[in-house]
């Protein structure tokens, strides 16, 4: 009987190890993609995102001989609706570690018991629980998690399919258009111009590149935000199409060569496993702060702020913070220097609870990731595992220095205070609501902040226990 391939951020075909098995089993596939309670409840950019990379998907099966079969509804619902209209015996799928996924995994296997019910592996490079330290518990330090996979065999990565046996018929599919998963995103258009096309070939070939280019000089041309250092590969990781393992044995592979870059380059893919393994043995970690003393600081928690507003909409007065709002905004994409600069200044000068920034990057970021979010947000806040210690806050102003000597990057998103601003900086102002009342005539504004004297509040803040208690 056939085998449902239900994918969900998997979008991929090669090293797709349920997709392999089920191509090897030799029976009939059924794969099927669900906008489901884990699709509603992406913010407005991934949700536009992951729309492109099923479109993408759907293409590459269809050149297999195969469809992708889309359905909405709540995943076991429609799934029970599937296996009575095909006959189909399995629901097959790879598994993901945050809390929703985990209970949509969980459930599954009773909601659907005449069934096989299969998770697979191959969201991550190990597994969460594959992965113990000497005493058997799972990892609270970077540095021994990365010793640990540092020397794990990855083993090889499955070739795709070759050819999927077709069901003896199809059963209906709905249209992806109509699901309108691009509803809230006003912008997406510019979102789309800016940024590479979806998928698991346009993902390949940006892994190609970037290791035959640019993963030699990686370890210091990824921490300018202004130049293209790093490999822009999270979005396609987030999706899954293309797969952690394939990023690392290249790596592994140019490291062989002689690119000593490659070393960096491994240990940031790391920090997205390290990230899942600890979302995964910690999943309060995507609400609460980890450290349970960080519960009670007194975080300032009003999301509409005059601070926060400056904030999400680039008119803090420091460029540096403005310019990567507004190209978040306008691309769906930060970089990961900016990511620190703009995490530090919202919750340590601003004081402000961090999970109002984890939400803003959760509507914004097109590689949103719910493991990666949550754990880097807590690690600048300083209640995370691991973290950044409650005195490392980023000065905006030395960072720019370091990191945007020639006001560059600046100059490319901030618009206001140029004679013949580019066309990055003009798109910001075709992207924001009408509601938000600015536009590139305004005065660009002072600083909403003294940055000298919020560190000292801040640091007096932290410092003033016992919130801790
Ligand atoms: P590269 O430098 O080329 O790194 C290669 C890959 O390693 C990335 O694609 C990514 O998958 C992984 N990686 C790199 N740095 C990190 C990190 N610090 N933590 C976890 N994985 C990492 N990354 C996301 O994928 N999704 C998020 O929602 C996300 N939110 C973040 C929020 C904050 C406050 C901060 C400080 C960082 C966040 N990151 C997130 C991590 C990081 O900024 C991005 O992964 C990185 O900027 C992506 O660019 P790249 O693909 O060119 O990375």
Same mark, same amino acid.
């Given at each position: 009987s056939p085998i449902l391939l239900w994918f969900r951020r998997d979008l991929r075909l090669s090293d797709h190890p349920a997709l392999h098995a089920a191509a090897a089993s030799g029976r009939p596939v059924i794969? +099927?993609?669900?906008?489901?309670? /884990? +699709?509603?409840?992406? =913010?407005?950019?991934?949700?536009?995102? !992951?729309?492109? =990379?099923?479109? *993408?998907?759907?293409?590459?099966?269809?050149?297999? =001989?195969?469809?992708? !079969?889309?359905?909405?509804?709540?995943?076991?619902?429609?799934?029970?609706?599937?296996?009575a209209e095909t006959g189909a015996g399995a629901v097959w799928w790879t598994?993901?570690?945050?809390?929703?996924?985990?209970?949509q995994?969980?459930?599954?296997?009773? *909601?659907?018991?005449?069934?096989?019910?299969?998770?697979?592996?191959?969201?991550?490079?190990?597994?969460?629980?594959?992965?113990?330290?000497?005493? =058997?518990?799972?990892?609270?330090? &970077?540095?021994?998690?990365?010793?640990?996979?540092?020397?794990?065999?990855?083993?090889?990565?499955?070739?795709?399919?070759?050819?999927?046996?077709?069901? @003896?018929?199809?059963?209906?599919?709905?249209?992806?258009?109509?699901?309108?998963?691009?509803?809230?995103?006003?912008?997406?258009?510019?979102?789309?111009?800016?940024? *590479?096309?979806?998928?698991?070939?346009?993902?390949?070939?940006?892994?190609?590149?970037?290791?035959?280019?640019?993963?030699?000089?990686y370890a210091g041309a990824r921490d300018y935000p202004g130049r293209d250092g790093s490999s822009r590969l999270s979005e396609n990781l987030a &999706? /899954?199409?293309?797969?952690?393992?394939?990023?690392?044995?290249?790596?592994?592979?140019?490291?062989?060569?002689?690119?000593a870059g490659a070393e960096q380059f491994l240990k940031e893919l790391a920090w997205r496993d390290f990230s899942h393994h600890l979302l995964f043995h910690s999943p309060e970690l995507a609400t609460d702060a980890w450290r349970p003393e960080w519960r009670s600081f007194p975080w300032t928690r009003d999301t509409e702020s005059p601070l926060v507003s400056a904030w999400r909409r680039g008119r803090t007065g420091i460029r540096l913070v403005d310019a990567a709002m507004r190209e978040m905004y306008v691309t769906g994409r930060m970089h990961n220097r900016s990511r620190m !600069?703009?995490?530090?200044?919202?919750?340590?000068?601003m004081l402000t609870d961090w999970r109002i920034g984890l939400k803003w990057f959760e509507?914004?970021?097109?590689?949103?990731?719910?493991?990666?979010?949550?754990?880097n947000w807590q690690w600048v806040a300083g209640s995370g595992p691991d973290a950044s210690p409650f005195f490392r806050i980023f000065s905006p102003k030395a960072q720019?220095?370091? &990191?945007?000597?020639?006001?560059? &990057?600046?100059?490319?998103?901030i618009a206001e205070?140029?004679?013949?601003?580019?066309?990055? @900086?003009?798109?910001?102002?075709?992207? !924001?609501?009408?509601s938000w009342h600015m536009s590139q005539k305004d005065t660009y504004p002072a600083p909403v902040l003294d940055l000298a004297v919020a560190r000292r509040a801040a640091l007096a803040a932290f410092r003033a226990r016992p919130w801790d208690q």
């Open positions: 794969p +099927v993609f669900l906008c489901d309670e /884990g +699709v509603e409840a992406l =913010g407005a950019a991934p949700r536009m995102r !992951i729309g492109l =990379g099923v479109e *993408q998907l759907a293409r590459d099966l269809k050149d297999k =001989g195969s469809r992708l !079969i889309l359905r909405r509804g709540a995943t076991h619902g429609v799934l029970r609706a599937m296996l598994r993901l570690h945050d809390p929703l996924s985990r209970r995994d969980e459930c599954l296997g009773p *909601q659907l018991e005449s069934v096989e019910t299969r998770a697979f592996p191959g969201h991550l490079l190990h597994e969460p629980e594959t992965l113990r330290t000497g005493a =058997g518990g799972s990892f609270r330090s &970077y540095a021994a998690f990365f010793r640990a996979l540092r020397t794990r065999d990855m083993g090889e990565p499955l070739p795709p399919p070759s050819r999927l046996t077709a069901p @003896a018929s199809w059963p209906a599919t709905e249209r992806l258009e109509d699901w309108r998963l691009d509803a809230a995103m006003n912008r997406g258009g510019s979102i789309v111009a800016s940024w *590479q096309q979806p998928g698991e070939t346009q993902a390949r070939a940006r892994l190609d590149r970037f290791v035959a280019e640019r993963i030699g000089a &999706y /899954g199409e293309i797969s952690a393992r394939t990023c690392w044995l290249a790596a592994l592979a140019a490291l062989h060569r002689g690119e !600069i703009v995490a530090s200044l919202l919750t340590k000068h509507d914004c970021l097109t590689d949103w990731d719910p493991a990666s979010n949550a754990v720019a220095k370091a &990191y945007d000597p020639d006001g560059d &990057y600046a100059r490319a998103w205070w140029q004679a013949a601003p580019p066309s990055t @900086a003009l798109s910001y102002f075709e992207a !924001i609501p009408r």
